[in-house]
């Protein structure tokens, strides 16, 4: 008998997954198609000198707080009072969710998770139509945590990985961490197929010769990406940087002819089909950069400030090695349209300053579609 009353619709687990598989696909093609317009934006800008870029990235430094010591990196020992609240950093990505069209943010410190909150901010920024990934150290990723991560629409997952077994350890100042790390990946990739998976890795004097064997174990591991950095003097000392900083530095590599081999081996890698984020150009600018790093590249310009948002942890701009005075009650837009990043982005094309090849290069979008491309086979 029909009451009148319609019947809830049932909808099987196979038709839910599928339609949440249709859903997921299609904002990873709505986010591409709008990172390829501003791309388009961005190089305009550069080439032109019309100033009609718009950021692409944000990368939002939610804490510096990290329990390593590793032996690169410093940003353990800022003072880490003042970092923004939750309530604060969610009126920043409300804001960033205002620029149209779907921006990629990326959750990074020190050691996100350290944040009791990062799900909460993850959860706040995808539900505003930002696409979010995640930087960290790895080794407290946990199924469940991951499964947390996932729960608050995390798509990309970016490890630290510098060298293989003990040299990573050492590296980092963590026994173990090795091995956790590669049991949280296996663990990641069977669980959660469609999570975007990336290793990291610096260029440093104990990994040059595992450099290679990097690339084959992100194939190895069917991961999505591997991504190259070079060696920076730390963080918070780039705003007064001794052009020697290198000299003497622990991690400095010391012979820049193993590390042209090493870069050279990644490139053959990468032809053989291995997911190397790094395009050629960028690594030959790297074995330059090892050969003389006070080395200028005037040859390179610099699109860093064309296409990302950098934030500190107290909620500062942070653009050209200095912090830039604060955000919390600015607007974005209006910061981004203020005459001094105006300024700061016509000088940039031309800057020279070796910052310009790793994060600030242009290829973070072919490498984004790269990656894209292989998270949408999955
Ligand atoms: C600061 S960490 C934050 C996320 C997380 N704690 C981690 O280790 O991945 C982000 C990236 O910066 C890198 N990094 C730290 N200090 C660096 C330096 N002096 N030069 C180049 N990269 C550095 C780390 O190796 C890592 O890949
Ligand atoms: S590189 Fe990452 S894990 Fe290592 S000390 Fe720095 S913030 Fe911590
Ligand atoms: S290369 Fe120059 S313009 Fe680009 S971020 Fe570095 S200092 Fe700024």
């Known amino acids: ?142 199924p469940a945590r991951v499964a947390r991560l996932v729960d608050a629409g995390v798509r990309c997952l970016r490890i630290s990985l510098d060298g293989i077994g003990q040299t990573h350890d050492t590296f980092r100042g963590a026994s173990g961490l090795y091995d956790a790390v590669l049991r949280n990946i296996r663990d990641a990739r069977k669980t959660f197929p469609s999570l975007a998976v990336v290793l990291g890795a610096v260029i440093v004097e104990p990994n ?27 963080f918070y000392d780039r705003s007064s940087p001794d052009p020697h900083w290198y000299r003497g530095h622990p991690a400095w590599p010391t012979d820049p002819s193993r590390v042209e081999r090493a870069l050279a081996e990644v490139g053959e890698l990468r032809r053989q089909g291995y997911p190397v984020l790094n395009l050629p150009g960028q690594l030959d600018l790297f074995a330059r950069y090892y050969a003389d790093p006070t080395a200028r590249f005037d040859d390179v310009p610099c699109l860093g400030l064309h296409t990302k948002v950098n934030i500190t942890s107290r909620g500062n701009l942070f653009a050209c090695n200095k912090e830039r005075g604060s955000l919390v009650g600015r607007s974005l837009r209006e910061v981004w349209n203020s005459d001094e990043l105006r300024t700061m982005r016509k000088r940039a094309t031309s800057c020279g300053l070796p910052c310009a090849i790793a994060c600030n290069f242009q290829q973070p979008f072919l490498s984004r579609v790269r990656l894209l491309g292989r998270v949408l086979r999955r």
């Not at 718009?54 to 410093?74: E, G, K, W, Y």
Request: a neutral charge.
């Open 1 to 142: 008998m029909n009451d009148g009353k319609k019947k809830p619709v049932s909808v099987g687990p196979a038709r839910r997954a599928a339609f949440e598989e249709l859903k997921r696909r299609g904002s990873l093609l709505r986010f591409g198609s709008h990172q390829a317009y501003r791309h388009v934006l961005q190089t305009l800008s550069i080439q032109t000198g019309l100033d009609l870029s718009q950021p692409s990235t944000f990368v939002i430094r939610i804490t510096d707080r990290c329990p390593l010591r590793c032996r690169h990196c410093t940003d353990w020992s800022a003072d880490s009072t003042g970092e923004l609240t939750t309530g604060q950093w969610s009126d920043i990505l409300d804001d960033i969710a205002r620029w149209p069209g779907s921006c990629h943010t990326i959750l990074t410190g020190g050691e996100p998770l350290q944040r009791d909150d990062l799900d909460q901010l993850a959860r706040h920024a995808t539900r505003r139509g930002l696409t979010c990934t995640v930087f960290t150290h790895g080794g407290n990723l946990g």
């Open 208 to 234: 040059v010769d595992q450099i290679g064997s990097l690339v084959r174990l992100a194939g190895d591991l069917d991961l999505d990406g591997i991504e190259f950095m070079v060696l920076y003097p730390s």
